[in-house]
């Protein structure tokens, strides 16, 4: 069983920064694809970005090339998103998840571990 918890969101000017972060318990974390997905109320719970399991891939939705990067440090055991140039679109509650296979997927299905999430607001 893998438990993940996020951190690092917050309130931030529209311009601004924010890196978060996911810890994960268990001894399998560098053996899995971690995702990060966002969520804003009424709509589904949208695709931001996927790393494969050795950090040497990864993939973006199209709105956050180029503004959001997605990394790993499987000796801790976390995995980091670094939210630049925000926008308020991008005001969101952030989910880390964490699937049991090597690579990634965008699709939220195809992952089994998720965190509680935490909040990204953008003022603008």
């Known amino acids: 069983q893998v438990q993940l918890v996020e951190s690092g969101g917050g309130l931030v000017q529209a311009g601004g920064s924010l890196r978060l972060s996911c810890a994960a318990s268990?001894?399998?974390?560098?053996?899995?694809?971690m995702a990060w997905f966002r969520q804003t109320p009424g709509k589904e719970r949208e695709f931001v970005a996927w790393i494969n399991w050795d950090g040497s891939r990864t993939n973006y939705a199209d709105s956050e090339k180029g503004r959001f990067t997605i990394s790993r440090d499987n000796a801790k055991s976390t995995v980091f998103l670094q939210l630049n140039s925000l926008k308020s679109d991008d005001t969101a509650v952030y989910y880390c998840a964490g699937r049991r296979y090597p690579y990634g997927s965008d699709w939220a299905r195809e992952y089994t571990y998720w965190g509680q999430g935490t909040q990204v607001t953008v003022s603008s």
């Open positions: 268990g001894r399998t974390f560098s053996s899995y694809a």
